[in-house]
């Protein structure tokens, strides 16, 4: 079956550093890769996803690339800020079946001013 | 926008209670999630409903059924409520798969405490 695995948290890091969230995937076929992120208190939003090989998504200054060869998808930022502080998923959806989001557990981001 | 709204934000209730809680979404989707999220386990899947009326069961059915009698509205029910069932409940929704893989959007969740 498809199965997502993340780095453990939480990770602390200092305003302005560089983050990177390992996240690696099992699945059969071509998934699509997502970052969803939930600030506190909050649902989850969609941060950024990418839909075939070598496709990288970005936003709000965060990336991952899509990379088939190492069945990987991590989440990169160059600058951290304070307001990053959440708790980051890394999940994928296969293109058959049900269509539901196979979930990493989750990592805490803690950024100190 | 997509908005999923969930009627509460928090909720307690008592072992042994039936429980609903409700989602609605405004954006005409057809495909709608039951998701629980328990720390160090992230979001796992419940139920999921692809059309009115039709519903199938997720990694983790037991204890929980679901009610999808329109479109924009997917229920969660609790038969009998016990402590293990204490979790934050998350519910999604998306277009079909014919539009592309598109992303779910979700609610900011329920908070359930069963005592």
């Known amino acids: 079956g498809n199965s997502v695995t993340q780095m453990e948290g939480p990770v602390t890091l200092s305003e302005e550093a560089f983050l990177t969230i390992n996240c690696t995937y099992t699945?059969?076929?071509?998934?699509?890769l997502f970052w969803y992120v939930q600030y506190p208190g909050e649902g989850l939003q969609l941060l950024l996803k990418?839909?075939?090989?070598?496709d990288k998504g970005s936003n709000k200054g965060f990336e991952a690339t899509y990379r088939k060869e190492t069945t990987s998808f991590h989440l990169e930022k160059g600058s951290v800020q304070v307001s990053d502080s959440a708790v980051y998923f890394c999940a994928l959806s296969d293109r058959t079946g049900r269509r539901a989001l196979t979930f990493g557990s989750g990592t805490r981001l803690q950024v100190q001013p | 926008d997509v908005k999923v709204t969930q009627s509460s934000r928090y909720l307690v209730k008592r072992t042994g209670e039936k429980v609903f809680l409700e989602c609605v979404q405004d954006?005409?989707?057809?495909?709608m999630f039951w998701y629980r999220q328990d720390p160090g386990l992230g979001l796992r899947l419940i139920y999921f409903?692809?059309?009115?009326?039709?519903?199938e069961k997720g990694d983790i059915p037991e204890g929980y059924s679901v009610s999808r009698e329109k479109k924009e509205r997917f229920s969660l029910i609790l038969e009998s409520a016990s402590t293990n069932q204490t979790s934050m409940y998350l519910c999604?929704?998306?277009?079909?798969?014919?539009?592309?893989?598109?992303?779910?959007?979700f609610g900011d969740g329920t908070r359930l405490s069963i005592l």
């Open positions: 409903s692809y059309d009115v009326k039709m519903k």
């Open positions: 954006m005409d989707h057809e495909n």
């Open positions: 990418a839909t075939k090989a070598d």
């Open positions: 999604a929704s998306r277009p079909p798969a014919g539009q592309g893989d598109q992303p779910q959007h």
């Open positions: 699945a059969t076929g071509y998934p699509s």
